[in-house]
Each structure stands twice: as structure tokens, then as C-alpha cells.
């Protein structure tokens, strides 16, 4: 349920907000239920932990609305800057690690209530989260085409993003598109890095769980495992790894402000125009009562 917390937010409510204010109105207005469906997915909820996930997940989306949102302006406000000026790759790792502070922050918030839930958690509800997380592996690994090798991973690596670079800046032209290819091609994938390290945060979550379930121990224990888990959630701690980690992640960012060089005025203004709205959307949401 962790986890969920994260793709609640970034899943959910971001790729709601790429589609309009009416689209995030109607996500903030079954958040609820759809977060319940998706915990439901993974470990078939008793009607008690419905209750619990129901009651918690009220609360903790009117915190969101009210102290969140409104902070997201600024990270909105952070974009615009970026895709309006001459940004370095420092620029675009500053908008990650702004995403990443506030990820932190939810997980902190959902904490106390993780844990609670945690602790009713059954051993066959463990073994059904296990089992979507082993489905939901295969089809990352298939989108991937992580059996196909370094070819295949930087194929799906440039129809990923051309589908976001175009999301953002409008169609690019089959000069732009050759370009992209062009520094696609001139840097690792990564994609067998990251899900090596996907499987990693999933192993240390169900050895989270399976030890919560299995020693029962007090709430006060169950959160500080909780946050050991989230500070190493997004990097990994074994210095070989982590410096693969960070080197991967400067290439991304240099590849990130490569694209933005190779848009046009226009492309530029299009996105900027996208940022507007959705400053104006965000600004919209959190003054809802």
C-alpha cells in the first residue's frame, strides 16, 4: 500500500491533470474509490480494511487538496521556466529532485496509516500482492522489450518518449524525430538498471510486509520501517549501484535539455500554454471546498 500511496498522486492525479480541470475534478471526486480498488487489486480487501482504507483515504485527500496542491504551483511554475528559457542539465535534475521532496512528503503524511493497515494485513493477501506484482513485472518487462536486448530497450525507450516530448510540445517533424533517435542512441538505455532496482524496492517491500505480518510488532516499529523504506526508495544504497543510479540519471537530464534545444518557438510556447493551464487548474482545484 506504500507504493500505491506514490502512484495514487503521480499516476492518478498527474495524469488526470494532463487532461484538463473537468478530468481532475472527476479523479479528486472518486480518489477514494478508485485508490480502494487499486489496494483491492493487490490484496482483496476484508470489509473491516475497506472501512479503514475508506476513512484514512477521506482524510488524507482533503490534507492533499488543501497543502499540496497549492505547492505543486511552484514545481508547475519550475517547468514553465524550464521549457521557456535555456535550461542546463542541473535545471532539469532540480525539477526531479522537486518531485522527489514531495513524493517524501506523502509518504510521510500516509505513514501512520500504512501502518496501521499494515498490521491487519493476512499472509494470503501477501501472497496476492506478490502474485500482481509478478504480473505487473511482466508486462513492464514486455513494454520494455527487455528480452530483446539494448536494440530493443532503446526502441521502446524513444517511442516512450517521443509520446511525451510530443505530449508537451506538439507533433515534432520526421527531422526532429531522426534527431531524437540520434541521442537515444548515443546513451545507454538503462532500462535493465531500472527494473533490477524496480525488483529490488519490491522485494524489500514484501519482506517489509511478510516481517510486519509475521512478528507484529508495535505501530511506533512498523512506521520507522516504514520510513527506512521510503528513504531509500528512489536510489539505491550500494555505492555501485547508486553511482550507476546517478550517472543515469545525469544522462536523462542531459538528454531532457537536448530535446528542449531541438523544439521551435512554437513548440516552446505550446508547452508553456499546457503549464498555464494547469497552474490555472491546480490554483482552481485547491480553492475547492
Same mark, same amino acid.
Not at 505550446?270 to 487548474?281: M, N, P, S, V, Y
Given at each position: ?76 511554475? @519550475?517547468?514553465?521556466?524550464?521549457? !521557456? #528559457? =535555456?535550461?542546463? %542539465?542541473?535545471?532539469?535534475?532540480? +525539477?526531479?529532485? /522537486? ?45 520494455? @522489450?527487455?528480452?530483446?536486448?539494448? !536494440? #530493443? =530497450?532503446?526502441? %521502446?525507450?524513444?517511442?516512450?518518449? +517521443?509520446?511525451? /516530448? ?124
Amino acid at each position: 500500500m506504500h507504493r500505491l500511496v506514490h502512484r495514487f498522486i503521480f499516476a492518478l492525479v498527474a495524469a488526470l491533470l494532463l487532461q484538463g480541470c473537468s478530468a481532475v475534478r472527476l479523479g479528486y471526486g472518486n480518489a477514494d474509490s478508485l485508490t480502494r480498488w487499486w489496494v483491492d487489486q493487490h490484496v482483496d480487501m476484508s470489509p473491516e480494511q475497506d472501512a479503514l482504507a475508506r476513512e484514512r483515504l477521506t482524510r488524507f485527500i482533503a490534507w492533499h487538496r488543501k497543502t499540496q496542491l497549492p505547492d505543486y504551483i511552484s514545481v508547475l511554475r @519550475q517547468g514553465r521556466k524550464f521549457v !521557456s #528559457g =535555456q535550461p542546463t %542539465a542541473g535545471d532539469a535534475l532540480a +525539477l526531479g529532485d /522537486a518531485l522527489v521532496r514531495r513524493a517524501r512528503t506523502l509518504a510521510e503524511q500516509a505513514t501512520p496509516d500504512i501502518a496501521e493497515f499494515l498490521a491487519t494485513v493476512t499472509p494470503g493477501q501477501i501472497e496476492r500482492m506478490a502474485g500482481r506484482l509478478t504480473e505487473k513485472n511482466a508486462d513492464y518487462a514486455k513494454e520494455a @522489450q527487455l528480452a530483446d536486448g539494448e !536494440s #530493443g =530497450q532503446r526502441k %521502446a525507450r524513444y517511442k516512450r518518449l +517521443l509520446e511525451r /516530448a510530443e505530449y508537451w510540445f506538439d507533433d515534432f517533424s520526421g527531422e526532429q524525430k531522426a534527431a531524437l533517435q540520434r541521442l537515444i542512441d548515443a546513451q545507454a538505455s538503462g532500462s535493465q538498471f531500472w527494473y533490477e532496482e524496480r525488483l529490488r524496492r519490491q522485494r524489500e517491500w514484501l519482506d517489509l510486509v511478510r516481517l510486519v505480518q509475521r512478528e507484529r510488532p508495535p505501530r511506533e516499529r512498523i512506521m520507522q520501517l516504514l520510513r527506512d523504506y521510503a528513504a531509500r526508495f528512489d536510489m539505491p544504497i550500494n555505492p555501485v549501484r547508486l553511482a550507476q543510479a546517478t550517472a543515469l540519471r545525469r544522462a536523462s537530464a542531459e538528454l531532457a535539455v537536448a530535446i528542449h534545444a531541438m523544439t521551435t518557438a512554437a513548440q516552446r510556447a505550446h508547452a508553456e500554454h499546457k503549464l498555464g493551464d494547469l497552474i490555472r487548474d491546480f490554483t482552481e482545484l485547491s480553492q475547492d471546498v
